[in-house]
């Protein structure tokens, strides 16, 4: 029995499982509500541990599950618990943490005992450190931008300052969406040219120098196979406006080698054995690392470059298990 | 050149195919041999060996193609070795992709559904050819097919009460698997899009067997998916099941063999029956005047209407269009075809 742990919005989990079903897979879909407080109980006795859960009313034990597609759902614990109201918010604050406390210690024991069955990912790793990752990427000798954290306009001009170059500036960690007004609005890599007010002193943020892109790469791996695309497009990164710009060019593209080894060594590093690279290839055909991501989509990569990658996803667990 | 653009070489001119885009250019056949002498070349230095004629012609071949942001320039030949073509592979994840099934006899509905048990149809297309009452009537015939094991479903019935756009939203809204209704025979030419599906009112009268098999430009596909299924299979008839209005599961409604029952035989039966599939591996490239024609790997297809009805491999019956001069033309007026259309008895419609 394979588990997907996924949410209810996700396509490409739709079409993978197309794939889980043709190649007779037995698997079981748990999106964002069929996680909480799936175990039943766990129990040390007769020399090991067990585990049995409820999987949308399926009874199941830690021995019948095979395998473990990590995609984006997050297995968890909830108490009902809401407040003791004979006893006084100090004591209510305190129980919640003791709670937390309990939940944390729970959920880390079977996401580890999962994670001894043939797994893709872990939801420990779906938010990488992004300056980690960065750190990694340069130890591994990978291209990376010049980058710098900084609180001051000085700062910033003397980290990354050339004549006639753009500086960027992008959140630390991933894209965050800010509600405000019924609207929704990204935080995107921007230009530091587009803001005409920047103060002399800011709160810590991220400068990196521009790159002078001639296509950017999506690289998606699923234990250390590579899947790569390049894509043409104007954007500053690796988003897209498609309502203002023409479809981007979106054709495949083979990696060297050594970018193979280097990248595979980074998701090594990461503890993630499938997801999606960005890179960017400058005018002068030198390659930038800039991100990796194990839960993003490659639907689109899949599609425009015909690489069937929902059928990989269901192919890596057909295999017997392999040594990650 | 961009390894999503793709020619499609005919017998005068060819079809240079942009799946990404969506988009087709007609070129000269020069071009796509152009373009394989110097993919991945040093182009100045190519050029320089070409006579002024041929010269001025590859210039204008280049601007055209960059114009239109079909190819692009490299800096060196490993960088182009590194843009590699794109897999022409075509896969899907089950038995067969769509199944076009007739219903004419109501009783006939639980053997249908019976016949197709749990065996998974992403597209289901139910041609309702019994009159349609009217909403509440299609309420409950489409209710048997809901529940078969699909991604999606298309109806088509014959408008016969004068169903408009109106009373179709509620139906829309509580079927959201249904993509598609053709409602035929209406007294109107509309469409319109109503909760992610697609309605089309048209005044074509029959929607029976034999007035399937039209080749028109408007259904011709320029997506990768098409183009790639069309280089290996057939685009009408791969992974293709039906059930025509007798009960009858053949590879479409119009056509003549049938592989047995639905009383006696399940879909999975059928299917595996010796010859069922060989039709879903007739490619146009082996298509007699199809394999010469440029938008051959756009095109549609029918083998139940042919030219040569006793040539499996003959061009369809009714595609009005001649590679060899390039012009289109009725086909149902042609000289030519009278003898086949009398054949299939299309003469009485």
Request: with cysteine; hydrophobic share 35%.
């Amino acid at each position: 029995m394979i588990l997907i742990l996924s949410d209810c919005t996700d396509v490409s989990t739709d079409y993978a499982i197309e794939w889980f079903r043709y190649c007779r897979l037995p698997f079981i879909r748990l999106n964002d509500i069929d996680l909480i407080n799936t175990v039943v109980s766990v129990e040390f006795k007769e020399g090991k541990q067990n585990i049995i859960f409820n999987l949308k009313e399926q009874i199941v034990s830690l021995d019948e599950i095979t395998a473990v597609w990590f995609r984006r759902g997050i297995l968890g614990f909830q108490s009902n618990f809401k407040n003791m109201s004979a006893h006084s918010q100090e004591l209510t604050d305190q129980v919640v943490e003791l709670i937390n406390l309990e939940n944390k210690t729970l959920t880390d024991f079977v996401i580890a005992k999962l994670a001894q069955k043939q797994v893709l990912n872990n939801q420990n790793s779906y938010n990488i450190n992004k300056l980690q990752t960065l750190a990694f990427a340069q130890e591994l000798g990978i291209n990376i931008p010049v980058t710098a954290i900084e609180t001051n306009r000085k700062a910033v001009d003397a980290a990354l300052k050339r004549p006639g170059e753009q500086i960027i500036t992008k959140p630390i960690q991933d894209i965050f969406w800010l509600n405000y007004n019924g609207r929704t609005e990204a935080q995107y890599t921007a230009r530091l040219s587009d803001y005409e007010d920047r103060p002399e002193n800011f709160y810590y943020s991220l400068f990196q120098e521009c790159i002078d892109k001639k296509y950017e790469l999506r690289i998606f791996f699923i234990n250390n196979d590579f899947y790569c695309a390049a894509i043409f497009s104007e954007s500053t990164d690796g988003r897209h406006d498609s309502f203002k710009e023409k479809l981007p060019r979106i054709i495949p593209y083979q990696i060297s080698d050594k970018l193979k080894t280097q990248l595979a060594g980074l998701a090594k590093r990461c503890e993630i054995n499938c997801g999606s690279i960005d890179m960017i290839i400058d005018k002068s055909g030198k390659h930038y690392f800039l991100e990796i991501n194990p839960v993003g989509q490659y639907g689109m990569l899949s599609k425009h470059c015909n690489y069937n990658l929902h059928e990989k996803i269901a192919h890596y667990f057909t295999h017997e298990k392999e040594i990650i | 050149m961009f390894s999503c653009c793709h020619f499609i070489k005919g017998a005068n001119r060819s079809l240079l195919l942009d799946t990404q885009r969506d988009s087709y250019y007609l070129v000269p056949n020069s071009m796509p041999d152009f373009i394989s002498s110097v993919s991945n070349l040093d182009l100045d230095h190519t050029l320089s060996e070409y006579d002024q004629g041929d010269y001025e012609i590859a210039l204008q071949y280049v601007e055209f193609l960059i114009k239109n942001d079909l190819a692009f320039f490299c800096d060196s030949a490993e960088e182009a070795a590194a843009f590699l073509p794109i897999s022409m592979a075509w896969q899907y994840p089950s038995e067969v992709t769509n199944a076009v099934i007739e219903v004419d006899n109501l009783v006939f509905i639980p053997a249908i559904t019976h016949c197709i048990g749990t065996f998974f149809i992403p597209t289901l297309h139910v041609i309702f050819l019994c009159p349609v009452v009217n909403i509440d009537h299609l309420w409950n015939l489409i209710k048997p097919f809901n529940g078969l094991s699909n991604k999606s479903i298309q109806i088509s019935f014959e408008n016969k009460d004068q169903i408009t756009v109106e009373h179709l939203t509620d139906f829309c809204y509580h079927h959201p698997k249904i993509e598609l209704i053709i409602a035929f025979n209406s007294q109107i030419e509309t469409s319109a899009k109503m909760f992610g599906c697609s309605l089309v009112f048209t005044k074509q009268k029959d929607f029976s067997k034999a007035a399937c098999g039209s080749i028109q430009q408007e259904y011709f596909n320029t997506g990768l998916r098409h183009f790639t299924e069309s280089i290996q299979h057939n685009t009408c008839l791969n992974r293709k099941i039906s059930i025509d209005s007798e009960g009858n599961i053949k590879n479409c409604p119009s056509m003549v063999e049938s592989y047995g029952k639905i009383w006696d035989t399940t879909i999975l039966q059928a299917i595996e029956k010796p010859g069922f599939k060989n039709m879903w591996n007739i490619s146009k490239d082996e298509i007699m005047v199809c394999k010469d024609c440029e938008f051959r790997h756009i095109c549609t297809d029918c083998r139940a209407y042919l030219e040569t009805p006793e040539n499996p491999h003959s061009k369809p019956l009714k595609c009005g269009y001649n590679p060899y001069n390039n012009t289109w033309t009725d086909w149902s007026i042609n000289p030519l075809k009278q003898q086949p259309i009398i054949y299939y008895g299309l003469n009485e419609l």
